[in-house]
Structure formats: structure tokens, C-alpha cells
């Protein structure tokens, strides 16, 4: 079985280093022991008018409480956001000690759980089960070959996929339906975690045969790293991207929880649109 305790510390180590290979500006602050908990706090001020933390970096990561989160911390994490002049952002809740703790001190703060945003977590159990014959070709590709893709899956692209090719520990992935790219994806390796992702499918029709061989393409380059734990993550509402990694042996472990502002309204003198 899998920790969701030590699965989420490990994914809020992953996500500084992952935003760095990928291109990000996003400066990263962790603040650890009370009254911070664990926390780490992403500021972004390039993606500071996104609506929905899709488009949006700014915010807070939490695991529970953990080293002794509480009143006086909190708002002390949500006054950098007034202080860099950062209207919108959100806080992020993953497993730790003292969830519903944690859970009361941010609404006390003025946050309500975003319903609509949802981050399942999902770990490999066991051997990945291999993808169904589909006439779909799954393989590593170089920083060359990754960035020729572009031309032919420029609408379906990723961002972070095209920014990240040649970058330390990122691995990248395309399938091809005969000689077309149809599909990418990337595995980003550091220290005990392989995750899966950046997985994008261009032809909606092989959606199914190209996620699973990717799937299995990465988890057979993350077995020859010798990594202990192959991961993803993925929004609930992409409810087919998450069965896809069912499919394919993962399982969810947790859902990291999604709060924003509870209405329009000022936190620390700055305007916080909902």
C-alpha cells in the first residue's frame, strides 16, 4: 500500500523542481515549523490573472497541518500574496496530520473548497498492465524529435511539454499512429519519484490505444531507472486521462483538495476577485 502522508510530502518536493526543468518563473518559498506547518508558497506573477489554478500558479501547499499550522501562520502565508500585490490565488490541501484542522483554519481565513477542482493523485500498485494491441507506437524521442513534433501537434501541444525537452531528469515521449505523432507525454524523474505527465492525445479516435502505450512506455523507463515510486496526477474532471491510469494499474491514493476566496471581496488591502 501507499502512504497518502509520505506520498504527499514527496509531491510538494516534486513540484518546485518540475516547474524549474519545465521553464517556470514561479519562485517557490518553503516555510517550515510552526506556526507555517509545511507549506509552500508559489508566487507567479506572470499567471497572476488566471481564474482557476489551471492557468494560475499563485498559491499555497499545504499538508495538513503539518509541523503546527495555525491561525497566526495562515495569515501570515496569505499576507506575502498582499504584500507582492497578488489579488487571486489558491491554497492547495494534501494529506497530513490534522486534516480537519487544517480544513477549519482555512475557511476561517475566508476560503471555500473550489468543488469544481480537484487533483486525484495516482500511484502505480503492482505491474502496469500492458496496453492492447492498437497498432500504436510508443517511444522515448530526443530534444530534436520532441520539438518537430510541434508542426504536427501544434494545437494539442502542452506548453510545459514543448518548453522541457533537453531539461535535467525529463524524459520525453511521443506515439505515433504509422509515421504521424498523435500523442506526447513526459516522465520527470527526481530523487524516489517517476511522474507521468504532460500527456496530450491529438487524434480524439486513438485517444484510448495511444494513452495506454504511452502509459506503458513510461513505466517501463521508470523501472529501468530504478525509481521507487511511478506516479501521476491528473484534474477530475478529465475523467478519461484518470480511467486511462486505472487501466493501466494506478490507483488513487489521495485527492489534494482546491480552496479559493469565498465570494469577491479585500484580503490584506488587495482586491481578491473570486
Same mark, same amino acid.
Given at each position: =500500500? $501507499?502512504?497518502?502522508?509520505? #506520498?504527499?510530502?514527496?509531491?510538494?518536493?516534486? @513540484?518546485? %523542481?518540475?516547474?524549474? *526543468?519545465?521553464?517556470?518563473?514561479?519562485?517557490?518559498?518553503? #516555510?517550515?515549523?510552526?506556526?507555517?506547518?509545511?507549506?509552500?508558497?508559489?508566487?507567479?506573477?506572470?499567471?497572476?490573472? /488566471?481564474?482557476?489554478?489551471?492557468?494560475?500558479?499563485?498559491?499555497? +501547499?499545504?499538508?495538513?497541518?503539518?509541523?503546527?499550522?495555525?491561525?497566526?501562520?495562515?495569515?501570515?502565508?496569505?499576507?506575502?500574496?498582499?504584500?507582492?500585490?497578488? /489579488?487571486?490565488?489558491?491554497? +492547495?490541501?494534501?494529506?497530513?496530520?490534522?486534516?480537519?484542522?487544517?480544513?477549519?483554519?482555512?475557511?476561517?481565513? /475566508?476560503?471555500? @473548497?473550489?468543488? %469544481?477542482?480537484?487533483?486525484? *493523485?495516482?500511484?502505480?500498485?503492482?505491474?502496469?498492465?500492458?496496453?492492447?494491441?492498437?497498432?500504436?507506437?510508443?517511444?522515448?524521442?530526443?530534444?530534436?524529435?520532441?520539438?518537430?513534433?510541434?508542426?504536427? =501537434?501544434?494545437?494539442? =501541444?502542452?506548453?510545459?511539454?514543448?518548453?522541457?525537452?533537453?531539461?535535467?531528469? $525529463?524524459? &520525453?515521449?511521443?506515439?505515433?499512429?504509422?509515421?504521424?505523432?498523435?500523442? &506526447? !507525454?513526459?516522465?520527470? +524523474?527526481?530523487?524516489?519519484?517517476?511522474?507521468?505527465? %504532460?500527456?496530450?492525445?491529438?487524434?480524439?479516435?486513438?485517444?484510448?490505444?495511444?494513452?495506454?502505450?504511452?502509459? !506503458?512506455?513510461?513505466?517501463?523507463?521508470?523501472?529501468?531507472?530504478?525509481?521507487?515510486?511511478?506516479?501521476?496526477?491528473?484534474?477530475?474532471?478529465?475523467?478519461?486521462?484518470?480511467?486511462?491510469?486505472?487501466?493501466?494499474?494506478? &490507483?488513487? $491514493?489521495?485527492?489534494?483538495?482546491?480552496?479559493?476566496?469565498?465570494?469577491?471581496?479585500?484580503?490584506?488591502? *488587495?482586491? =481578491?476577485?473570486?
Amino acid at each position: =500500500m $501507499v502512504d497518502p502522508l509520505e #506520498l504527499a510530502r514527496d509531491m510538494q518536493r516534486l @513540484r518546485p %523542481w518540475l516547474d524549474a *526543468v519545465s521553464g517556470s518563473d514561479c519562485d517557490y518559498r518553503r #516555510l517550515e515549523g510552526a506556526p507555517f506547518g509545511s507549506a509552500l508558497v508559489a508566487i507567479d506573477r506572470a499567471t497572476r490573472g /488566471g481564474r482557476n489554478p489551471s492557468t494560475n500558479r499563485n498559491a499555497i +501547499h499545504l499538508c495538513g497541518v503539518g509541523a503546527g499550522l495555525d491561525e497566526p501562520g495562515l495569515a501570515a502565508l496569505l499576507a506575502i500574496f498582499a504584500d507582492e500585490g497578488i /489579488g487571486r490565488f489558491f491554497i +492547495h490541501l494534501a494529506p497530513g496530520p490534522g486534516m480537519d484542522r487544517a480544513r477549519d483554519l482555512i475557511r476561517a481565513a /475566508g476560503f471555500e @473548497r473550489h468543488l %469544481w477542482v480537484r487533483y486525484p *493523485v495516482l500511484a502505480l500498485v503492482g505491474t502496469a498492465k500492458p496496453p492492447a494491441p492498437g497498432g500504436i507506437v510508443a517511444r522515448e524521442v530526443g530534444r530534436d524529435e520532441a520539438l518537430a513534433a510541434r508542426e504536427a =501537434m501544434s494545437a494539442t =501541444m502542452r506548453s510545459r511539454f514543448a518548453a522541457s525537452p533537453g531539461g535535467p531528469g $525529463v524524459r &520525453h515521449l511521443l506515439a505515433f499512429d504509422g509515421d504521424r505523432p498523435i500523442a &506526447h !507525454a513526459a516522465l520527470a +524523474h527526481h530523487e524516489r519519484l517517476a511522474c507521468i505527465g %504532460w500527456l496530450s492525445i491529438r487524434a480524439p479516435a486513438r485517444r484510448g490505444a495511444a494513452e495506454q502505450a504511452l502509459i !506503458a512506455a513510461a513505466v517501463a523507463m521508470a523501472r529501468t531507472l530504478g525509481t521507487e515510486r511511478i506516479v501521476a496526477e491528473t484534474l477530475a474532471v478529465l475523467g478519461a486521462a484518470r480511467a486511462g491510469f486505472m487501466r493501466a494499474g494506478f &490507483h488513487e $491514493v489521495y485527492e489534494r483538495e482546491t480552496y479559493r476566496l469565498a465570494g469577491a471581496g479585500t484580503l490584506g488591502g *488587495v482586491d =481578491m476577485p473570486r
